[in-house]
C-alpha cells in the first residue's frame, strides 16, 4: 500500500531524512521508533505533505499513485490520516462541524453524495462511544479547552469516523495519562483490519504493549538503521539506542 | 509565505461581483456644494419650507466644521466641490404607484443584485425599499403593512406624506451639528428610509432598505428614521453596493432610531460598498453615523453589522440608554481585504439606571488592510448599576495587514461593572495545515476559520441575511485567504 523509496528530505537546507525506504502493507502495523531528532516526525510530516519539507530524493508510492504528486488534501482524501502530535485549535467551529465537513469532502472525492444527517449522527455517536467521548466535547469548539488527552483522542475519533487507508500516529502516547493511553490503543486497536495500515511514531514502548505491532523500526539519522519484530521495541527499551549505535560502530569498523 | 496564504492573498484580490453599472439616463445637478444647491435639493424634492430652512442651518453650520482626522484611516482630502449632489434615475421623479411602471432597466438592475422586486416573488417575510443614488424607486409591501398601521416608505414620501411625523423625530438623535458628516448629510441628504410602529404593534416581516450608488462622481447621503413606539417590535435589514469606478465616491449616510418603552428595534447591515481595487484605486468612501435611542424603560436597540466593502469604513452605530432597564447591542464584523481600510466600533451612553450594554466586534485582516475597532462605554454619574460588557477579537491573515483596538471607558458612578475583553489571532500555517490533512483545501479552511471566528457576531443576524452574510464572507475572502 506504501513503498517508500530512498527518501531525502530537508527543512531549511538542512537534511534531515537521509534515504529512507519503507514498506508497508494494508492491514500491518509498523512502528517506528528512534532517539529524539532522528527524523520520525519529519517523515511524518513528509507523508502528510507539509510544504516546509523539500523532498531533493526519492519516490513515495501510495496505493499506486506517487504521494509526492499530490497536495496534502488530494493526500488525505486518498486515504492518508494524520494523528497530530499537537492538535491544532480552531475556535468558533465544532468538532461536529468539522468533522462533518472532512467526511463530505472526501466523500465528494470519491463521486459519494453527502451523508444524511440521520446516517452521520449515527455515525458519530458509534464513534464517539469507541473512544469514551464526552458527546459535549462534539459540540465544542475543536480541541478548544481540551485537556491533552481530549485532543488524541479526538484525533483517534477522527481517524475512526475518516475511515483512512493509511493511519500515521505522530507520537500520539505523548502527554498522555496510562488511562487515555489505554483508551487510544483500544480505539486504533477496533479499527485495525485487513485494509488499514498504520505506522507508529513513538518514543516510548508502552503503547506498543497495547498495539502489538508487526514489525519495529528504528530510525537514527534520516534512516532506518534495523528493523524487527515486536520484541526489538522491548530491546530498545531495555537496552536504549545506544547498543544499536554500538552495532552500527561494529559494521563500520569491521 | 507559504503556496496558500499566497493564494489567499490573489483570492482576496478578485473582482468585486457588483462593480457593473446600469445604463439609465439620470437627472443630475451640476456638481459643487452652495446654499444653491441645497435650496435646489429641497425645490427637487418639493419640500415644505421648514425642511428647508432647517438644511441651510445645517449646511451652514457645516461649513464652520473641519473633516475629523482622529481616526485611524489615511485618505486624500476630499473636494466637496467635486461631488453630484443629487442624481436621480429621470423615470422616477416622479414614484411609481405600481413596479409596472418602473423602469425595465432598474428592476434588471435589482435582479441582479438578487434583490427580486416583484412581490410575487419574493420569499414572504421581507419588505423592502430601495434607493438608487439619490431617490427610492420602489418600496414592496405598504399596503399589507399600512393594515397595522406600519409606515414604511421612502424619506421623501414620508416627507410629503407624513410631515408631522418627519418633523417631529428627524435629527431628535443625531442632531445635524453632530459632527462633520452628520452636519453634510442634514444639508443634502436626498432620500432614505423611514420606518413608523405603532404602539404595541409587532412587525410581522422584515424591513429592509438597498442602498446602490450608480452615477458616476456623486456622492449618496441618505437618511433613515426608524421609530419604534412603545411595545412595538421591528427587525430592519440594509445592504448595500456600488459599480467599480476608479474614482472614490462618498457615502454620508444617518441612520436614527428611537424605541419607545418596552419597544424593540433590531437593526442588521451587510455592507458591501465597493472596496476599490488591490492598489486602492477607486472605491467607496463610507462615513455614517448611526445611532439608537433608547428613550424607554426596557426598550432594546441592537445593531448587527457585517461589514466587508469600501475603501473607507468610518462607523460607530451607537445606543444612548436613556430608559431605565434599557439594554443596547453592537454585534459587528469586519473584514478588510486588499488597501481597504477600516475604523469601526460604537459608543453605549448609559445614562439610565439598570441598563446593560454587550459590544462583540470580530475584524478580520487580510492583504494590506488596515483594520480598527474604536468603542465608547460611557456612564453617567445617575446611572447605577449599569453593566457592560465588551469583546474585541481580531483575526490576522498573512503579515502585511494591521487590526488595532482603542476601547474608550469613562465611568461616572462606582456601581457600574464594565468588562472588557480583546484577543488577537492569526491564521496559522498549523491551522491550515491541519484542515488540509483532513481533505479541506486552503479556501475551504480560511472560510471555516474565519466562519468560526464571526459565529457569535452571524448567530444574530435574521436567518436569510446570515445565510448571505456567510457567503459575502467567503466571497470577500476568496483569493486573500489560504
Known amino acids: 500500500m506504501l513503498s517508500i523509496k530512498n527518501i531525502h528530505a530537508s527543512i531549511e537546507g538542512k537534511e534531515i531524512l537521509k534515504g529512507l525506504s519503507l514498506d508497508v502493507k494494508a492491514g500491518e502495523v509498523h512502528a517506528i521508533m528512534g532517539p529524539n531528532g532522528s527524523g520520525k516526525s519529519t517523515l511524518a510530516s513528509v507523508l502528510a505533505g507539509r510544504e516546509e519539507y523539500e523532498v531533493t530524493e526519492g519516490t513515495i508510492d501510495f496505493g499506486g499513485k506517487e504521494l509526492l504528486e499530490l497536495s ?33 469532502e472526501k466523500r465528494k ?51 475512526a469516523v475518516l475511515d483512512p487507508k493509511l493511519t500515521i500516529l505522530d507520537e500520539t502516547d505523548s502527554g498522555l495519562d496510562i488511562d487515555a493511553l489505554r483508551i487510544v490503543a483500544k480505539g486504533v486497536n477496533t479499527l485495525r483490519n485487513e485494509s488499514h495500515a498504520i505506522i507508529v511514531i513513538t518514543h516510548y514502548q508502552r503503547l506498543l504493549n497495547y498495539l502489538q505491532p508487526d514489525f519495529v523500526h528504528v530510525l537514527m539519522n534520516g534512516r532506518i538503521v534495523k528493523s524487527g519484530g515486536k520484541e526489538l521495541a522491548l530491546e530498545l527499551e531495555e537496552k536504549g539506542y545506544d547498543f544499536i549505535k554500538e552495532e552500527m560502530q561494529e559494521s563500520l569498523t569491521a | ?101 418602473v423602469d425595465p432597466e432598474l428592476l434588471k438592475t435589482f435582479e441582479k443584485l438578487g434583490i427580486s422586486l416583484k412581490e410575487q416573488k419574493r420569499l414572504t417575510g421581507v419588505a423592502v425599499d430601495v434607493v438608487m443614488d439619490s431617490v427610492s424607486v420602489a418600496t414592496t409591501f405598504q399596503s399589507q403593512l399600512a393594515e397595522k398601521g406600519i409606515i414604511f416608505c421612502s424619506m421623501s414620501e414620508a416627507i410629503q406624506k407624513h410631515p408631522d411625523l418627519v ?33 404595541g404593534v409587532r412587525c410581522p416581516m422584515e424591513l429592509s432598505t438597498y442602498f446602490r450608488i450608480n452615477q458616476e462622481n456623486s456622492g449618496q447621503f441618505e437618511r433613515t428614521l426608524i421609530v419604534a413606539e412603545d411595545g412595538a417590535y421591528v427587525s430592519y435589514l440594509e445592504g448595500c453596493t456600488a459599480p467599480r469606478r476608479d474614482e472614490n465616491q462618498l457615502h454620508a449616510a444617518i441612520v436614527e432610531i428611537l ?92 445614562i439610565g439606571k439598570n ?63 464594565v468588562e472588557h475583553e480583546a484577543t488577537t489571532s492569526k491564521i496559522g500555517e498549523d491551522q491550515l495545515f491541519y484542515c488540509e490533512q483532513r481533505g479541506l483545501d ?35 475572502l476568496e483569493g486573500s485567504v489560504g
Not at chain 2, 460611557?378 to 465588551?390: C, I, L, M, P, Y
Request: charged share 25%; aromatic share 10%.
Open chain 1, 72 to 104: 496534502p488534501e488530494e493526500r488525505a482524501k486518498e486515504g492518508l490520516f494524520l494523528a497530530f502530535q499537537y492538535p491544532v485549535e480552531i475556535p468558533g467551529v465544532s468538532t461536529t462541524n468539522f468533522i462533518k465537513a472532512a467526511l463530505n
Open chain 1, 109 to 159: 472525492y470519491q463521486g459519494l453524495e453527502p451523508l444524511d444527517a440521520a446516517s452521520f449522527l449515527k455515525l458519530l455517536k458509534e464513534k464517539a462511544a469507541l473512544l469514551e467521548l464526552d458527546k459535549s466535547l462534539l459540540s465544542r469548539s475543536l480541541n478548544e479547552g481540551f485537556s491533552g488527552g481530549e485532543k488524541k483522542r479526538n484525533e483517534i475519533f477522527q481517524m
Open chain 2, 1 to 101: 509565505m507559504s503556496d496558500e496564504m499566497q493564494l489567499l492573498e490573489e483570492r482576496v484580490n478578485r473582482e468585486y461581483e457588483f462593480g457593473f453599472t446600469t445604463d439609465i439616463e439620470t437627472d443630475t445637478i451640476p456638481k459643487g456644494l452652495s446654499e444653491d444647491v441645497v435650496r435646489l435639493i429641497s425645490k427637487k424634492k418639493n419640500e415644505p419650507e421648514w425642511l428647508l430652512e432647517w438644511r441651510l442651518k445645517a449646511f451652514r453650520h457645516w461649513q464652520t466644521l473641519k473633516m475629523p482626522k482622529w481616526a485611524h484611516l489615511k485618505y486624500p482630502e476630499i473636494d466637496f466641490q467635486d461631488i453630484i449632489y443629487y442624481a436621480a434615475p429621470k423615470t422616477s421623479k416622479v414614484k411609481p404607484d405600481s413596479l409596472d411602471e
Open chain 2, 167 to 199: 418633523r417631529k423625530y428627524l435629527g431628535t438623535v443625531v442632531p445635524m451639528t453632530d459632527n462633520f458628516f452628520a452636519a453634510l448629510n442634514s444639508a443634502v441628504f436626498s432620500d432614505g428610509s423611514f420606518c413608523y410602529i405603532p404602539k
Open chain 2, 259 to 350: 424605541a419607545g418603552d418596552e419597544a424593540e428595534v433590531k437593526y442588521s447591515t451587510v455592507q458591501n460598498w465597493y472596496p476599490g481595487d488591490e492598489n486602492g484605486v477607486g472605491g467607496v468612501y463610507n462615513f455614517v453615523t448611526k445611532r439608537g435611542l433608547c428613550r424607554g424603560h426596557h426598550s432594546k436597540i441592537s445593531w448587527t453589522q457585517v461589514e466587508t466593502g469600501s475603501a473607507i469604513t468610518w462607523k460607530y452605530p451607537s445606543v444612548i440608554l436613556k430608559g431605565d432597564y434599557s439594554i443596547g447591542e453592537f454585534y459587528s464584523v469586519a473584514l478588510t481585504t486588499g488597501a481597504q481600510q477600516a475604523d469601526t466600533g460604537t459608543k453605549m451612553q448609559h
Open chain 2, 355 to 417: 441598563t446593560r450594554s454587550r459590544i462583540v466586534s470580530k475584524g478580520i485582516s487580510a492583504g494590506k488592510s488596515q483594520n480598527s475597532y474604536r468603542g465608547l462605554v460611557h456612564v453617567a454619574k445617575g446611572a447605577e448599576n449599569t453593566r457592560n460588557f465588551s469583546q474585541c477579537d481580531s483575526l490576522l491573515l498573512g503579515d502585511k495587514c494591521g487590526a488595532h483596538t482603542f476601547p474608550y471607558i469613562e465611568s461616572r458612578n462606582n456601581t457600574a461593572i
Open chain 2, 442 to 476: 486552503a479556501e475551504k479552511a480560511v472560510a471555516l476559520i474565519v466562519t468560526g471566528f464571526a459565529k457569535e457576531v452571524m448567530n444574530n443576524l435574521p436567518m436569510e441575511f446570515a445565510v448571505e452574510a456567510q457567503k459575502l464572507l467567503a466571497v470577500s
